[in-house]
């Protein structure tokens, strides 16, 4: 695999059960497209929703659902990377400081 598409979005939690009956969409539909993963991180405050689709595309189609969802903050925008730059990105969020 040379390429993946991805995006992460930072939403309000006020919009958790939109986001929620997206994913719900998702699981029936976008999910029979193996080569699409959506991660979702819901706190007390914002929801984080990463969507991985596993080659290069322009929207992929499977990932409709989340499409509508206007997001507070874009926190990586939608682009054609490799796993290294999504491993990068995904590795920066960490902290390195032991949490003990």
Do not use: C, H
Request: charged share 15%; net charge negative.
């Amino acid at each position: 695999m040379k390429a993946v598409w991805y995006q992460v979005a930072i939403y309000t939690a006020d919009q958790v059960p939109a986001i929620l009956d997206a994913f719900a969409q998702w699981q029936t539909k976008g999910a029979s497209d193996l080569k699409s993963t959506v991660a979702l991180i819901i706190g007390l405050e914002t929801a984080t929703l990463g969507l991985i689709y596993s080659a290069a595309a322009d929207k992929p189609a499977a990932f409709a659902p989340f499409y509508d969802l206007v997001p507070l903050v874009v926190a990586v925008p939608p682009i054609n990377g490799t796993v290294k730059t999504l491993t990068d990105i995904l590795g920066s969020t960490f902290s390195q400081v032991p949490a003990r």
